[in-house]
């Protein structure tokens, strides 16, 4: 955004112009980034799931079934969407937005690359909980507004479930954030930087696995996929819609299991640092700015890297346990990760004073 | 293996209700092999004529005689009572220790052109054995009391009979047509059901 | 206590084992339209109808259940959309008319290609 | 202007052959080999179909898979017009294309499931072989490739 | 805390729902996510089964017989051919009796692994649907090459079996119930001792001795409740005497048991199978596999009661037979019809995701209810 910025600078427009300029520009270009990355990983979900069932995944489209999700997208964008007549039709037609429009500022708030051009604040970590729960006030509104019995349930069921598994969260968040000293993910990253074994996950081990069960829950992924469970809420709160808006709950729903894993990754694994301390781009130092591009470029590739492991485990997960009981899950909030993430906050607080001693 | 008792499987209840032994199983009566007075009578096997291959039972193909189906196979026990008193007959089989029914396999409703019906299929597992008891209801009142608070199976049981055969159940809790669509006229499986060309 | 803690954490580990075994074992889908699987004779596939030597005995009209899809007039008709391939008129037929093809690709467009009808003279 | 239209045309085409998302609408016998299609040995994945979607908002494959009887008929019309509009529809089984064996002789079966909704491709045999019902999804991706893609780019 | 007064939701999970094996639709009164009473409405599969019997002949009803539970056909045609078997006092030989078994057995197998994987999937595991339809593929396969058809398989007829079992079909047998002990051992690791699952199932569903005798449910279920009553025990038919097995019985009555039995049953059939094709394979020469009985003239009369202990529970075909080529009325009593009476009972009190379980572990397919 900055950069963009700069190179309008040369042509003199007046600065508030420049100022909005720079943002629409970022958000465009983030939001081809999000949709691309989703199509990506829906056709990777397709193809992994497939492998562990020992059957072959899409195919026929594209070479070996590549462009797959653009097919399926692009039906959807064809499709005719129904306005169903007995829902009320603001709150139908706004939903879909609500829910899809926070997941990209989402993005904007994670630091892809040391020097990248996203919204620089002191308290980004905290920032990004904060936008996190828009889309539970989506989720509501789409299940409430189509009128159908499943979808309000599904609608209740899904925010009870992000709400109760924000609290231990925002914990495990303070912990690392105590253990680090700054709010801004910029620094919690540079905290970690060196080889892999001052990354945060080691110290926080109990951290990262509460972090990792609440964000199961929030993304709403298979041991606790309520909302849009097959078996009982025929399709959850994505029931009654079709065609474009259904797309674009289906893509915030998997953008936003993307944007959650690189928060992970930048929390506990060291977002871009290369685990093994220096960067190949190092070697080079040519001096013709051409060296900048190139390390910005690697960062990138190591905090993607650590993205898609995670969201492999993710997906292994899916494929091999059956779904919680619900009220087994909020029980597992409220009485098991919450105490769980205040012992976690004492074991930090100790290991801090420890590490201030030697 | 618990001991079959003597012969006659049914003697304090033939004096309670007036009922007719119609199959007695013969592993109880071949003592020496001669055959006592309820086997003889019970060997009036009726033939019946009709031509098989029309497709549908037309309603003139009238009948020469009607069936006594009574022949049956494996050999179990089968009793013909009347329809009055069906309740006290399964209670007293259900709860009296000596018989100890207390599983109603299932109720098999059949329409022989003069009248309808029922067989009820009981089965006790502590004496292994089976028996059917066959109640008569002719088609003007058809009706029948219910048996569905001694044998709770039989709820669905009554209702699937009054849909398919028409015979009402006295204080059967909810009697509602369950395989066809409430508004459907006529009960199939009577004989004078003729399948029309819906389409 | 403790291993009631940790006994379930092996189950959910061993888990994804078993998801991880099974997904190094080869995928046994079968290619459908490009490698075909060979039936056997005894496969109920088409039912075909050879003229020479049927004795229009009728036979098989009366021994098929679904009541009327051989239709034996001036002309032979078999409405595959109503025949359930049960093989009762092949099985039963005098003179071995009708014999089983192994061919299951039978979806059309129209409902009129799937009635079979040839004339008999 | 003309290159536009026919290449969004074809575009549209190709995008609604590989991706027809069937609805889990499983009555009798057919159904399970309805669901033995969806299983690993003959992957209906492959076409892009494994999503079986549940609400009949999101499907627009309906596979009339079994027996229908009239008690379920009107159901059937219902989850039929909740369709959003590119939909098909494959009568699988000899009971949905012409009442089967039930023709004749029973009383609730409704006599081919055409006399309800429009139907695209028929598939005899009972119940078909999930190879057939392959084949048949092929037949039916031929012939929306012909045909005009109808919908809303007439 | 006195308990908060929500109003009822009334719910329907209708008949076109994934987890409704077939069509069903069950009114549900939900109090916020508990159920309070569940009322089953049934008859969207009705075909009329029993008035084509009077209509047709039976040799034209033998295929029709399959299709009343389609995923035990065997099943289905034993009890009808046997019934009339009984009436004309028919016997049939010694190696179609074997091939009855091995045939009902490995059915039995197939059915169970296709309600396992459907199981699963109610709970939320999709990846054991796959590996269940894996093997029951080879199964199918196996059917395919003996009968001709893979699920309506028209094989038994009046006094023996259509076809005789050659060498590679044995040999397929033989190979697939080796291989299905490793695969069954995978699947047991899976999903037998899962936190998740065991949380999900244990003590939900309690199914108690008097209601299984109220209802007269038969099969896995009465066993999960403790009574041991199987009909191959009971009264050995077919050739049950001299084959060993045992029937698996467990006493705490709820979803889990009755998915323990039905594991356990898996491993009985295929011990089943495999005694079966040992004889088999010793005599391949003896070629007497039906009884000339002429089929198409066949005329029986008197009434029949042929039982069989299918894979849901306890199969009865009552035959009315008057002599004539038509039978005049038959009955088919049906497991599943008595299993769907009890949803109610024992379903008061759980959350709606447990009806489902319980729903699934009932293990209800519609045909049968509905003939």
Same mark, same amino acid.
């Given at each position: 955004m900055y950069l963009f910025q700069e190179i309008l600078l040369k042509y003199n427009f007046s600065d508030w112009f420049i100022f909005i300029a720079g943002l629409v520009f970022?958000?465009?270009?983030?939001? %081809?980034?999000?949709?691309?990355?989703?199509?990506?990983?829906?056709?990777f979900e397709r193809k992994y799931l497939a492998m562990f069932t020992r059957r072959i995944g899409p195919n026929r489209t594209g070479i070996r079934g590549c462009l797959q999700t653009i097919a399926d997208s692009f039906k959807l964008l064809f499709k005719e969407n129904i306005k169903p007549a007995n829902a009320e039709q603001f709150l139908y037609f706004i939903s879909p937005l609500i829910v899809f429009i926070p997941v990209i500022l989402l993005w904007l708030i994670i630091p892809f690359t040391s020097e990248s051009a996203n919204y620089q604040s002191q308290i980004s970590s905290f920032l990004f909980l904060a936008?996190?729960?828009?889309?539970?006030? +989506?989720?509501?509104?789409?299940?409430?507004?189509?009128?159908?019995?499943?979808? %309000?349930?599904?609608?209740?069921?899904?925010?009870?479930?992000?709400?109760?598994?924000?609290?231990?969260?925002?914990?495990?968040?303070?912990?690392?954030?105590?253990?680090?000293?700054?709010?801004?993910?910029?620094?919690?990253?540079?905290?970690?930087?060196?080889?892999?074994?001052?990354?945060?996950? *080691?110290?926080?081990?109990?951290?990262?696995?509460?972090?990792?069960?609440?964000?199961?829950?929030?993304?709403?992924?298979?041991?606790?996929?309520?909302?849009?469970?097959?078996?009982?809420?025929?399709?959850?709160?994505?029931?009654?819609?079709? +065609?474009?808006? *259904?797309?674009?709950?289906?893509?915030?729903?998997?953008?936003?299991?993307?944007?959650?894993?690189?928060?992970?990754?930048?929390?506990?694994? +060291?977002?871009?640092?290369?685990?093994?301390? *220096?960067?190949?781009?190092?070697?080079?130092?040519?001096?013709?700015?051409?060296?900048?591009?190139?390390?910005?470029?690697?960062?990138?590739?190591?905090?993607?890297?650590?993205?898609?492991?995670?969201?492999?485990?993710?997906?292994?997960?899916?494929a091999s346990y059956p779904r919680f009981r619900f009220d087994k899950t909020l029980e597992l909030c409220w009485y098991i990760l919450i105490p769980l993430a205040v012992f976690n906050l004492c074991v930090e607080i100790f290991i801090k004073y420890l590490r201030g001693i030697l | 293996m618990i001991k079959i008792r003597e012969v006659d499987l049914f003697e304090n209840l033939k004096r309670k209700f007036d009922i007719r032994i119609e199959n007695c199983p013969?592993?109880?009566?071949?003592?020496?092999?001669?055959?006592?007075?309820?086997?003889?009578?019970?060997?009036? #096997?009726?033939?019946?004529?009709?031509?098989?291959?029309?497709?549908?039972?037309?309603?003139?193909?009238?009948?020469?005689?009607?069936?006594?189906?009574?022949?049956?196979?494996?050999? #179990?026990? =089968?009793?013909?009572?009347?329809?009055?008193?069906?309740?006290?007959?399964?209670?007293?089989?259900?709860?009296?220790?000596?018989?100890?029914?207390?599983? =109603?396999?299932?109720?098999?409703?059949?329409?022989?052109?003069?009248?309808?019906?029922?067989?009820?299929?009981?089965?006790?597992?502590?004496?292994?054995?089976?028996?059917? #008891?066959?109640?008569?209801?002719?088609?003007?009142?058809?009706?029948?009391?219910t048996v569905s608070d001694i044998f709770s199976n039989a709820n669905l049981e009554e209702r699937e009979i009054y849909d398919l055969f028409g015979i009402k159940f006295i204080n059967h809790p909810d009697l509602k047509r369950i395989f066809m669509p409430e508004d459907f006229v006529g009960h199939p499986l009577r004989k004078d059901f003729i399948i029309q060309r819906l389409n | 206590m403790i291993n009631s803690f940790f006994n379930p954490v092996k189950e959910l580990f061993r888990g994804l084992y078993i998801t991880a075994k099974n997904s190094l074992k080869d995928n046994v889908t079968l290619l459908y339209p490009e490698k075909k699987k060979n039936m056997n004779k005894f496969f109920r596939g088409k039912i075909?109808?050879?003229?020479?030597?049927?004795?229009?005995?009728?036979?098989?009209?009366?021994?098929?259940?679904?009541?009327?899809?051989?239709?034996?007039?001036?002309?032979?008709?078999?409405?595959?959309?109503?025949?359930?391939?049960?093989g009762n008129c092949v099985e039963y037929c005098p003179r071995q008319a009708l014999i089983l093809t192994p061919n299951y690709e039978l979806a059309s467009e129209n409902k009129n290609d799937l009635i079979f009808k040839e004339e008999l003279i | 202007m003309k290159i536009i239209m026919s290449s969004i045309e074809k575009l549209y085409k190709w995008s609604r052959l590989n991706s027809l998302w069937p609805l889990t609408y499983a009555t009798s016998c057919c159904g399970i080999e309805m669901m033995s299609v969806s299983a690993s040995n003959y992957d209906i994945a492959r076409f892009g179909s494994e999503v079986f979607r549940g609400s009949p908002r999101q499907a627009d494959l309906l596979i009339v898979a079994g027996t229908l009887t009239l008690k379920m008929s009107p159901i059937l019309l219902r989850l039929y017009e909740q369709m959003a509009e590119p939909k098909y529809v494959i009568a699988m089984g000899a009971c949905a294309c012409s009442g089967g064996m039930y023709r004749n002789s029973s009383y609730s079966v409704v006599k081919g499931v055409d006399t309800i909704i429009p139907v695209d491709i028929y598939l005899p045999m009972c119940p078909p072989k999930p190879e057939s019902l392959i084949d048949a999804l092929i037949k039916l991706r031929k012939k929306l490739n012909d045909k005009n893609p109808g919908g809303r780019f007439v | 805390m006195e308990k908060i007064l929500t109003d009822r939701m009334r719910i329907n999970i209708g008949p076109q729902?994934?987890?409704?094996?077939?069509?069903?639709?069950?009114?549900? &009164?939900? &109090?916020?996510?508990?159920?309070?009473?569940?009322?089953?409405?049934?008859?969207?599969?009705?075909?009329?089964?029993? @008035?084509?019997?009077?209509?047709?002949t039976y040799i034209q009803y033998l295929p029709i017989v399959d299709r009343i539970d389609y995923l035990s056909g065997f099943f289905c045609s034993y009890a009808y051919v046997n019934g009339i078997e009984l009436l004309m006092d028919i016997e049939i030989s010694e190696k179609s009796k074997y091939i009855r078994t091995i045939t009902m057995e490995l059915n039995r197998m197939a059915s169970h692994l296709l309600w396992l994987g459907c199981f699963m999937m109610d709970l939320g595991a999709s990846s054991p649907f796959f590996y269940t339809f894996i093997e029951r593929e080879k199964i199918l396969d196996i059917f395919e090459n003996?009968?001709?058809?893979?699920?309506?398989?028209?094989?038994?007829?009046?006094?023996?079996? @259509?076809? &005789?079992?050659?060498?590679?079909?044995?040999?397929?047998? @033989?190979?697939?119930? &080796?291989?299905?002990?490793?695969?069954?051992?995978?699947?047991?690791?899976?999903?037998?001792?899962?936190?998740?699952?065991?949380?999900?199932?244990?003590?939900?569903?309690?199914?108690? @001795?008097?209601?299984?005798?109220?209802?007269s449910i038969t099969g896995v279920n009465l066993r999960a409740s403790g009574i041991k009553k199987d009909l191959r025990k009971d009264k050995p038919y077919l050739i049950y005497e001299n084959i060993e097995f045992n029937v698996p019985i467990s006493e705490n009555k709820d979803v889990q048991a009755r998915y323990i039995l039905r594991i356990k049953e898996l491993k009985e059939s295929n011990k089943i199978v495999q005694q079966c094709i040992d004889w088999l394979l010793t005599n391949l020469n003896n070629k007497n596999i039906i009884t000339d009985v002429k089929p198409l003239t066949l005329k029986p009369e008197g009434i029949a009661i042929s039982e069989v202990e299918s894979s849901r529970g306890l199969m009865q075909c009552i035959i009315y037979a008057d002599g004539t080529l038509n039978p005049y009325r038959i009955k088919w009593r049906t497991p599943s019809f008595y299993n769907v009476q009890i949803i109610n009972e024992i379903s008061k009190g759980y959350l709606l995701s447990d009806l489902i379980a319980i729903f699934g572990s009932l293990d209800i397919i519609m045909p049968e209810v509905d003939r």
């Open positions: 970022y958000f465009i270009l983030i939001t %081809i980034f999000i949709i691309i990355t989703v199509l990506i990983l829906v056709l936008v996190l729960s828009i889309p539970v006030f +989506g989720v509501l509104t789409a299940g409430c507004s189509s009128m159908s019995k499943y979808s %309000i349930l599904g609608g209740i069921r899904s925010c009870i479930q992000i709400i109760s598994s924000e609290i231990p969260v925002s914990l495990v968040l303070v912990s690392v954030v105590i253990f680090t000293g700054t709010l801004d993910l910029n620094n919690i990253i540079n905290f970690q930087s060196g080889i892999f074994l001052n990354w945060n996950i *080691f110290p926080n081990i109990l951290g990262f696995v509460i972090f990792f069960i609440c964000s199961l829950i929030m993304m709403n992924r298979t041991p606790f996929d309520f909302p849009e469970s097959e078996s009982e809420l025929v399709a959850g709160y994505h029931c009654e819609y079709s +065609g474009m808006k *259904f797309a674009m709950l289906f893509l915030a729903e998997y953008a936003l299991t993307f944007v959650i894993c690189t928060y992970m990754t930048a929390l506990f694994m +060291g977002g871009y640092n290369s685990p093994v301390g *220096f960067y190949l781009a190092d070697l080079f130092n040519l001096n013709n700015g051409f060296d900048y591009i190139l390390k910005n470029i690697e960062q990138l590739f190591w905090i993607s890297i650590k993205t898609f492991l995670l969201i492999m485990l993710i997906m292994w997960i899916r | 013969r592993m109880f009566l071949d003592k020496g092999n001669e055959l006592n007075s309820v086997q003889k009578d019970m060997k009036c #096997i009726v033939k019946r004529e009709y031509s098989a291959f029309d497709e549908h039972l037309t309603d003139d193909t009238e009948l020469k005689c009607d069936t006594e189906l009574n022949h049956i196979k494996p050999d #179990i026990y =089968l009793l013909r009572v009347k329809k009055e008193d069906i309740r006290q007959i399964l209670r007293y089989l259900k709860n009296s220790e000596e018989y100890f029914f207390e599983r =109603l396999d299932c109720m098999v409703c059949c329409d022989r052109k003069k009248d309808l019906e029922i067989m009820y299929l009981l089965q006790s597992d502590k004496y292994n054995v089976k028996c059917g #008891i066959r109640v008569e209801i002719d088609k003007k009142e058809n009706q029948i009391a | 075909q109808y050879i003229k020479e030597n049927c004795i229009k005995c009728k036979l098989c009209q009366r021994v098929c259940p679904s009541k009327n899809t051989i239709q034996i007039d001036k002309y032979y008709s078999i409405n595959y959309a109503q025949c359930i391939f049960c | - | 729902h994934p987890s409704t094996h077939g069509v069903m639709r069950m009114i549900v &009164d939900l &109090d916020g996510e508990t159920v309070e009473n569940v009322e089953t409405v049934i008859g969207y599969l009705h075909r009329g089964m029993e @008035k084509m019997a009077e209509t047709s003996l009968t001709g058809n893979r699920m309506m398989y028209n094989y038994y007829t009046f006094g023996g079996v @259509k076809r &005789d079992i050659d060498k590679e079909n044995l040999y397929a047998i @033989k190979k697939f119930s &080796d291989e299905f002990v490793f695969a069954l051992k995978d699947l047991e690791e899976l999903i037998n001792y899962n936190p998740i699952f065991i949380s999900r199932t244990k003590n939900l569903g309690i199914l108690e @001795k008097e209601c299984a005798y109220a209802y």
